[in-house]
């Protein structure tokens, strides 16, 4: 039994659901977007909830069931407000600046950085150790976020690097005179 696939999704004042078939489409007034749910699970809209439900007993049609919930839920906050992951740079010289659809970054690499923004995300750079990415998607945020943090990961020693802004870096001790 799914725990999160029991809960139903309410839709919020000026957020719209209309169903046809595995089609579910979500309208709001920050974002529109279109899911096609597989046919392990029923998607039924009654009252502003929806509700997912699966379809048999099999081990597919669990999975399914919390994972449509959740990106059904995931649609419908992103069609009243945005998704934001905020990072910060650490280090000597470390820095990032905006030049119109690209990210900048100065990492201590032998070149900088250059990071195409995709469409659907915002970045911006408040000041230049600090980074929001902001979108209605959920996973297009979260997969942003993580790509440029893979450009210089935070190191265990100093803690130098991009780092989530909640993140907590474990320290390792220094070598040992």
Not at 27 to 43: E, L, Q
Not at 134 to 149: F, P, S
Request: glycine letters at 10%.
């Amino acid at each position: 039994m799914s725990r999160i696939g029991k809960l139903p999704v309410p839709l919020p004042d000026g957020v719209t659901a209309s169903l046809s078939g595995q089609k579910l489409e979500i309208k709001g007034p920050k974002d529109a977007k279109i899911f096609t749910a597989t046919d392990d699970v029923t998607i039924t809209i009654d009252d502003g909830l929806i509700r997912v439900t699966p379809r048999g007993k099999s081990k597919r049609a669990r999975q399914q069931w919390g994972m449509t919930r959740t990106v059904v839920a995931n649609m419908v906050h992103g069609a009243k407000e945005t998704f934001k992951k905020e990072l910060e740079i650490r280090g000597v010289g470390y820095r990032a600046q905006l030049q119109g659809n690209t990210l900048k970054l100065n990492l201590g690499l032998s070149h900088d950085v250059d990071f195409q923004i995709p469409e659907g995300v915002t970045v911006t750079v408040p000041k230049p150790t600090e980074l929001v990415v902001e979108g209605t998607d959920k996973q297009l945020v979260g997969q942003v976020a993580a790509n440029i943090r893979d450009w210089r990961r935070p190191e265990p020693y100093k803690g130098k690097g991009i780092r989530y802004k909640d993140e907590y870096i474990f320290q390792k001790e220094g070598k040992k005179k």
